[in-house]
Every structure is written in C-alpha cells, then in structure tokens.
C-alpha cells in the first residue's frame, strides 16, 4: 500500500526519532512511504 507521511515540523524537531521510528515500522509492514518534499 503506497501511503503519504505528513510529520509536523514540531514532531521533527521535538522527537525526530519517532517520524524515524514511524516509516521504519510502515515499511516493516510492507507499505511504501511517500514524503512530500515541501514539507521538509
């Protein structure tokens, strides 16, 4: 399944390791992240 990560700019900067931990464990589970570069 092809799904679209959006993290917040205060999770990337408070807690990044858990937008890490997200796409980690959705890959794990066979989807693929898509992370809009405008957001970075």
Same mark, same amino acid.
Request: charged share 20%; net charge negative.
């Given at each position: 399944?092809?799904?679209?990560?959006? /993290?917040?700019?205060?999770?990337?900067? /408070?807690?990044?390791?858990?937008? /890490?931990?997200?796409?980690? /464990?959705?890959?794990?589970?066979?989807?693929?992240?898509?992370?809009?570069?405008?957001?970075?």
């Amino acid at each position: 399944m092809q799904l679209t990560l959006f /993290i917040p700019c205060f999770v990337d900067l /408070i807690s990044p390791q858990a937008g /890490i931990s997200i796409v980690s /464990i959705l890959e794990k589970l066979g989807h693929e992240i898509d992370y809009p570069e405008e957001l970075g």
